[in-house]
Structures are given as C-alpha cells and as structure tokens.
C-alpha cells in the first residue's frame, strides 16, 4: 500500500511540476497512474488532498533538526547547515527519480508558493519552520560571540537572518543561472565571505595560526 501511495504521489508531482495546480486535472493523475478510478480514490479522495500531501513532503524534507549540530565553532554550524540543504535537493531528487544530485528545478519552488497561496496554512508552516531556525542561528551566533570566534556591532538576530536570508538570495540565483557546480558549494562561497567579515582581525585569512580560515576545505 505505501508503494503505491508513494507512485501517485510521485506521479501527480511530476504532473504539478510540469503544470500549474489549476491546470491538473483528476482524469489526467489518474490516467498518468495507470490506477483505475477505484484504486486511486482508495488512497486519496481528490485533487486537493493529494496536493497537501505533496506540499508537506517538500516541508518534511526542508525541516531542519539542529539538535545535533555543532556549538563549539559557528563555522562548522553554517557548514552542516549548508550540507543539509544540499541533502535536502538529493532527497527531493530521488523521490521523484530526478538523477542530478543538486539540480533542483525552479518549479518546485513554484509549487510550494502555490501552495502558500491557496492553503493560508501552509504560510503559517513556513513561518513556524523560519522562526524555528532563526532560534537556533541567535543562539550558535551568541555562543560564537562569547567565545571570541566572531566580532560585530551588529546584533545575534541581525547576523542570523543576514545568512538565512542569503540562503534564498543564492538558491534564486543559481536556479537562474547554468548551474554548473554545486548549490552547497555557491552557499558555502558565500558563507564563508560573510564569515569572513565576523571573524577578529587576527583570525582573517593571511593570518598567523588561523583557526577558521574559510578557504579551508570542509
């Protein structure tokens, strides 16, 4: 039975990925399942439901857990951060047998600011799920602060939603462009510049006894 829920909802993602939700018709998933009407409707009762469904799996595999991330270096934090991603695209990726690692299709995204729009309370999600990192960003930040690892007027807050914020602001880019490399590797370029500007003066690159020289491969 969770093969064949995971084959419509493998299938009908495909279709949502190809047209917008209006587009979509119930004759067009089913077809596409090669399920009669009767077998389908056994797993899911109609369009919208199935569209959740999809929806909350993309969430699912965003959602990061921080409770094992590491505390003692903000640099190795952000960097797990970035490998979580990057995993997070592998997995989307597989499920819908996509073979590129971390290319990851514009309209996916689509999908998920569709969904936004529709269902009030997939916004909510987001927000919840936003706020959940910020937290977890405020508190390494502080802990990197006291311990000297980085310097800056600005506030916890302030440093934490500046490079989850890049986080976006890269992923449109590297959609938009050819996407030759890696998404993890354009996000750590760009971490690492950030981190650069935080860390004290006698820890930047060029340095003696650099501890966190951000050209250091992960």
């Not at 590491?70 to 597989?94: C, L, M, T």
Request: negative net charge; hydrophobic residues 35%; charged residues 25%.
């Amino acid at each position: 039975m969770i093969e064949t829920r995971n084959h419509i909802l493998k299938t009908s993602l495909l279709l949502f990925l190809q047209k917008s939700y209006r587009d979509v018709t119930m004759q067009e998933i089913v077809k596409k399942t090669g399920l009669s009407k009767g077998a389908f409707y056994h797993y899911f009762t109609g369009k919208e439901e199935l569209f959740r469904e999809i929806v909350n799996l993309f969430f699912l595999m965003g959602r990061t857990d921080y409770s094992d991330y590491p505390r003692d270096s903000f640099r190795d934090f952000y960097r797990r951060y970035v490998d979580h991603i990057g995993q997070s695209f592998v997995k989307i990726n597989e499920f819908t047998g996509i073979p590129d690692e971390e290319k990851i299709s514009y309209n996916f995204f689509l999908i998920l600011f569709e969904a936004i729009t529709r269902f009030p309370e997939f916004l909510m999600i987001e927000r919840e799920i936003y706020e959940a990192d910020l937290a977890a960003w405020i508190r390494v930040i502080g802990e990197a602060r006291k311990k000297g690892e980085i310097v800056s007027p600005l506030p916890d807050d302030r440093i934490a939603s500046l490079f989850l914020q890049c986080t976006d602001g890269v992923f449109i880019r590297f959609i938009n462009s050819d996407q030759t490399g890696s998404f993890s590797e354009s996000l750590t370029g760009t971490f690492d510049a950030l981190y650069t500007g935080l860390i004290p003066k006698e820890s930047s690159p060029g340095s003696s006894g650099n501890p966190a020289n951000p050209s250091d491969k992960p």
